[in-house]
C-alpha cells in the first residue's frame, strides 16, 4: 500500500531556545548535519522509501533548495503544528483523493531510512485502525545511541519514548480537534498528555498502572480515536534533534555513515625513453627485399 507523507519544518528555534545559535535565525530543520540540512536526509529516505508517493514539506519554500525523488510540494507554515497536520491532509487529499492515510513526519530525525518507513506502513496496514503511532523501548534506543538522554515514560511492563514519523486515517485528523490540540501542545509530557485523556489515567500513568496495550485502549475510549501503539526495534525514526549534545551525536553518526572519499593521487605521465638509431651505413649496392 502507498501513501502520501508531510513533512513538518514549520518550527523556527527562538531566544532561548537550546537550538537558536545553530540555526541563524532560519528554521530548525535547515541546520546543517553532516553536509546537508537536517530535513534533507528526511527527504532522502522518503524517496528511497517504495511505500511513499507524493512528499509535502510543510514550513518551507522551494527556494530552500531541497529536493526529492518522489513528487515534492510546498506548504507555507500555518503557525500550530496542527493546523500545519490539517493543512497537509489536505492537500494529500488533492494529490490522492482515494487516498485514506497519512504518514507525518518531522523534520527532526534525520537517521530516518526508506526502509524503516515501509516498515511502518506494512506493519501499520496489517489491522484497520485510525491512528498508529510508534514507541521505542528504552533499551533499544540506549544500544543504538546511549548518549541521547531521551525521556522516557515508565509503564508496568515497558519503559518507552515515542517515536516522530506516525501514520493516520485522514479522515480521523479533523475529528476530535481540541483533543488533538492538547495533545500535541504537551507532546513532550507523557504526564501532561494523560492529564488531557483524562485525571484517573494521569495517576494510574504516573503510579506505573498501565501496561502499554492498556494505556492505549484508555486513550481511544477517551479521544474516540482506534489508535494502536507500534513497537519499534530500530531507535533511529525516535531519535530526535531537540538539544545541541543530540545535535553533535547526529552529525557524529550519520558523518560516519557517509561513504569516504578516497583521493586517489594522480598517477605522473610516463616518460616515453628515446632510443637514438644507429647510423645507417649507406652503400652504392642495390638491396633486394624480398616480400614473405
Known amino acids: 500500500m502507498k501513501m502520501n507523507a508531510i513533512v513538518l519544518a514549520g518550527g523556527i528555534p527562538q531566544p532561548g531556545d537550546p537550538l537558536y545559535v545553530y540555526s ?4 530548525k530543520a535547515l541546520i546543517d548535519v553532516a553536509g546537508k540540512p537536517m530535513v534533507q536526509w528526511i527527504l532522502d529516505a522518503l524517496g ?3 511505500s511513499v508517493d507524493n512528499v509535502i514539506v510543510i514550513g518551507l519554500t522551494p527556494k530552500s533548495g531541497l529536493t526529492c525523488k518522489k513528487p515534492l ?4 507554515n500555518q503557525g500550530r503544528m496542527l493546523a500545519n497536520i490539517i493543512v497537509g491532509s489536505e492537500k494529500s487529499l488533492e494529490l ?6 497519512l504518514l507525518v513526519c518531522s523534520a527532526d530525525i534525520p537517521a530516518l531510512k526508506g526502509s524503516m518507513v515501509d516498515w511502518l506502513v506494512k506493519t501499520a496496514m496489517q489491522t484497520d485502525d485510525e491512528l498508529y503511532y510508534g514507541v521505542c523501548p528504552k533499551d533499544v534506543m540506549e544500544a543504538r545511541y546511549p548518549t541521547s538522554n531521551r525521556t522516557y515514560t ?11 514519523v506516525n501514520i493516520a486515517r485522514i479522515s480521523a485528523i479533523k475529528e476530535h480537534l481540541d483533543t488533538w490540540e492538547a ?3 504537551n507532546r513532550k509530557s507523557p504526564l501532561r498528555q494523560a492529564a488531557v485523556v483524562g485525571f484517573d489515567t494521569l495517576i494510574q500513568l504516573a503510579t506505573r498502572q498501565f501496561t502499554l496495550d492498556a494505556l492505549v485502549e484508555r486513550a481511544s475510549q477517551r479521544i474516540g480515536i482506534k489508535g494502536r501503539a507500534i513497537i519499534w526495534n530500530r531507535a533511529e525514526p525516535c531519535m530526535d534533534v531537540d538539544k545541541p549534545h543530540q545535535l553533535e551525536l547526529m552529525r557524529a553518526d550519520l558523518a560516519s555513515q557517509r561513504p569516504a572519499v578516497k583521493k586517489v593521487a594522480a598517477k605522473k605521465p610516463a616518460v616515453k625513453k628515446t632510443v637514438k638509431a644507429a647510423p645507417v651505413k649507406t652503400s652504392n649496392k642495390r638491396t633486394t627485399t624480398k616480400q614473405k
Open 183 to 185: 495533545l500535541i501542545g
Open 48 to 50: 528511497e522509501a517504495k
Open 73 to 76: 510540494h510546498f506548504i507555507s
Open 24 to 27: 541563524n535565525g532560519d528554521s
Open 154 to 164: 515508565k509503564l508496568k511492563d515497558i519503559e518507552l519514548c515515542g517515536a516522530d
Open 96 to 101: 490522492s483523493p482515494k487516498g485514506n492515510y
